[in-house]
C-alpha cells in the first residue's frame, strides 16, 4: 500500500558530473595555422543517485553523462550586436576521448571522455588546429570552464571588447553571452 502513496514526480537519477576544468597543454598567445593546441581535463566517474537512502557516490559507466563541448569562436567587431562568431575553419584530434554528434542544431563540438584504467576518473584530450588567420576565444558549450592558474590571453579580446565585457554570438539563430574573460582562452593565428 505504501507504493501507491508515492510521488510520480519523484524520479531517479545521477547528480551533475563537476565542471571539467580545462589546461592547455601547449599555452601560447600566437600560434601558426594548422599548429593544434592541445586541451585535457578529466573529472570523477562517481556521481550520487538520487534514489539511494545513503547517498553514497556511484561509478558511472555511462560516458554519455559526462558530455562536454566547447564553442571555437572568431572575434569579429564589424557584426552588428556581437563581437564574435561560430567558427568552423578547424579540425579535431582525438587522443582520448570521441567525438559526438548530437540530432539537434549545434555549431560547438561536442566530445565523449574516457573512464580511466583505474575506473576512477573520466579524461580527454584532443587538439585543435585553426585553418584561418584571426583572433579566437574558447568558450563552454556545456560543461567546462579553462583553469584560471593558466595565462589565457585575456588581452586578445581587449580590441573587441565593445559590449561592455560580454562575448556574444549566434548559434543556429540563437545569441549567446558569455560574460568577462575569466574561463575562456584567447589566441591568435597566424
Known amino acids: 500500500m505504501a507504493i501507491l502513496c508515492e510521488s510520480d514526480d519523484d524520479t531517479c537519477g545521477f547528480s551533475e558530473p563537476d565542471t571539467y576544468i580545462v589546461n592547455v597543454e ?21 556521481l550520487s543517485y538520487s534514489c539511494n537512502d545513503n547517498n553514497d557516490q556511484e561509478l558511472v559507466l555511462d560516458n554519455t553523462l559526462f558530455l562536454d563541448g566547447l564553442f571555437i569562436l572568431k572575434l569579429n567587431n564589424s557584426l552588428t550586436n556581437l563581437n564574435a562568431q561560430v567558427s568552423q575553419d578547424f579540425t579535431v584530434a ?44 574558447i568558450v563552454n558549450a556545456r560543461n567546462s570552464f579553462f583553469n584560471l592558474d593558466q595565462e589565457n590571453n585575456a588581452q586578445v579580446f581587449t580590441s573587441y571588447n565593445t559590449l561592455d565585457d560580454t562575448i556574444k554570438f549566434e548559434n543556429c539563430g540563437v ?8 574561463g575562456h582562452y584567447f589566441f591568435t593565428i597566424q
Not at 560547438?108 to 574516457?114: A, N
Open 94 to 137: 582525438y587522443d582520448i576521448g570521441a567525438v559526438f554528434f548530437g540530432n539537434y542544431c549545434s555549431e560547438f563540438f561536442e566530445y565523449l571522455p574516457e573512464l580511466s584504467d583505474d575506473n576512477l576518473t573520466y579524461n580527454y584530450r584532443l587538439g585543435i588546429s585553426m585553418s584561418e588567420p584571426g583572433d579566437y576565444c
Open 175 to 182: 545569441t549567446y553571452t558569455r560574460n568577462g574573460t575569466q
Open 26 to 46: 601547449n599555452s601560447a598567445e600566437t600560434y601558426i595555422v594548422g599548429e593544434t593546441i592541445w586541451l585535457n581535463s578529466e573529472v570523477s566517474s562517481e
